[in-house]
């Protein structure tokens, strides 16, 4: 996408942004986070508020549908307490559209910091914990009227078939790294009983817990941002998925900040030992596709194949590595 696009798509939305809520562009900012969906910090005549344009690539319009009914459990979790942005509705949809078929969303501007991955403090994953239980309570109070589930578990042939693939790419490009990276996944696909996902409760869940979607204070946690991928799934990857985000660092893992975490978590959820084991298992087998040769692999997903791949290091030891969480 060039300037001169970025630049159509912003002044299509800053008029609509006019027409439909009647506000007054003064300032604004673009925020280079995320993937291929544009975002703008906006000063307006009501305050800061925060602007974010749904790529076509990432969310056609069949999917507009579901991104609202992500975007209504939002406001529900907002109306709950909930530290999350508010969202502005206009003729009680969430998703609004521009004259050349643009769709973005309008919604406040939160407090706090974005951090690195693995930089958080005990006090901060604490924090995080007891507001993600939080969410999977107030989401799954109700079980009347459950959607399909939507993504599972790919089988062992059909992980074996995308390694092979990506282990053929290796080789052509003689990255002996990789290969070896892969011969490990290849043996944890081959020696892994399904089973042991089998337990795995269903539910609504966040589905993109990492750093980049988390505003922290110095204590604690300011916001949880980014429910654009909230989906009926596996709750148990709002688990993992901050952990590893949040607590390894330097390809280590902070046992002291996963109890944080726990501990938090138990506050409003049960949390055993084993559930948590599996929830980084679980993870490990939505992602390990991702893993490849660098310069194939997306800049994006640099820091989740590095947490594949220490995942896949420890795979037969967390049990042990968390025996104390």
Known sequence: MNSVNKSDIREGIFKTLNNKFGLKILNFSQIDLGYLNLKWKVKTD????????????????????????????????????????????????????????????????????N??????????VYSL????????????????????????LRSKDSMLK?????????ISMDCDKTISILD?????????????????????????????????????????????????VYPEFDISRPILSCCMKDGRIDVNKVSAFVKGYREYQTLTKQQLVRSIKLTWWKEAEWV??????????KRFTEENIWVGENWDHLESLFAKV
């Open 162 to 170: 995308d390694l092979q693939n990506r282990r053929c790419e290796a």
């Open 46 to 113: 009501v305050g800061d508020l925060f602007v974010k344009q749904y790529n076509k690539i990432r969310y056609p319009d069949h999917r507009i549908n579901e991104l609202e009914i992500s975007l209504h459990h939002q406001a529900k979790l907002l109306q709950e307490g909930i530290p999350c942005p508010q969202l502005y509705a206009h003729n009680g949809k969430y998703v609004n559209r521009t004259s050349d078929g643009t769709n973005f969303v309008l919604m406040g501007l939160c407090e706090g910091t």
């Open 129 to 152: 914990g007891k507001i993600i239980a939080r969410i999977h309570q107030i989401l799954n109070s109700d079980n009347a009227g459950k959607p399909p589930l939507h993504w599972n």
């Open 184 to 232: 490990t996944q290849k043996k944890i696909i081959e020696t892994t009983n399904l089973n042991i996902f089998s337990d795995c409760e269903q539910g609504w869940c966040h589905w993109d817990l990492f750093s980049d979607n988390i505003l922290f204070k110095p204590d604690g946690v300011s916001a949880i941002l980014d429910f654009d991928r909230m989906h009926y």
């Open 292 to 301: 490849r040769v660098e310069e194939k692999q997306n800049s994006s997903l």
């Open 115 to 124: 951090i690195k991955p693995g930089a958080a403090n005990e006090e901060q």
